[in-house]
C-alpha cells in the first residue's frame, strides 16, 4: 500500500466512525416505538431502535451499525455519509501527495516515513524472542522468504536485519546477558526474602532439566515477583542430585 492509499484509506475510515448523528436520522423512518415488554433504553441510556419491519418480535439495538446489518435483511440499505470536514481533509492529503509527485519529492518523503518507525534494538530484542519462544533455527535470518515477508510490511526494514545465523546466536547470547543483569538488580533491591521453588522438565531432546525460580516482594510497587535463575541438566530426579546443582546456583 502506497501512501496516498494510506492516507485516502486511514481519513476515510475516521470518517464513517464519526457518521453516527448523520447515520441515525436515516434509520429512523425504519424505527418502531418499543414493545410493551421491551426497554426504550440500556443500562447507560442509550436510545433502544426496534425494527418496524420485523413480522412479529422487533428487533432491537442501540448500535446503529448493527441496526444497518439488521436491516440488509429486510432488502434495506441505509448508506453512510462521510464527514464533509474529514472529506475535505482526505482530499487534501491526496493533493499533498500529488503535489510532491510533480516534485519528484515522493520517493525521498516515503523513504524518510518508513525509516523512521524502524528502531534496530526493538527489532533485534523482537527477532530474539521470536527465535527463542518459538524455537525456530538460526539460519531464519538468511530465508529469502523471511525478508520478503519484513519488506512488505516496510520496505526499508531489510536494511536493519541481520542476513547471517552467527549474528542471531550473538545477539541472543547479548540479550541473555541484559535480561540476567536486570533479574541481578530486581533481586537486589527485593523487598523480602527469596523463596525457591524447583521442577524438573525433560526436554525435546530427552535431556533432564532442573528449573530453579526465585519469588520475591519488588519495590518500589512491592508486588510479587518471579524469576527463573536456572535451567540446568541433571542426571536423576534425587534429591541429593537437585540440591548439588541448587547449591551451585547459589
Known sequence: MDIETSMTSVASESALSDTKTKTTSKLRDHICPPPPDKPDRDEV????MYCKHCPSTPYGSVVATNFRGHLKKHGIFVETRQNTILATASDELVQLYNKLSITGQVEEVETKVLKKVLHREIIDEALVSL??????PFS?????EFHTFCKTLNPQATSHLTTTHKTISTMIDTSWQIHKDIVRKKLQSAVSSFHLSLDIWTSPNRYLLLGICAHFVDQPDELR???LLALRPVTGHSGEEQFTVLLSVL
Open 45 to 48: 441510556g442509550r436510545p433502544f
Open 131 to 136: 527465535v527463542v519462544v518459538r524455537n525456530l
Open 140 to 144: 531464519l535470518a538468511e530465508w529469502p
Open 225 to 227: 515477583r518471579k524469576a
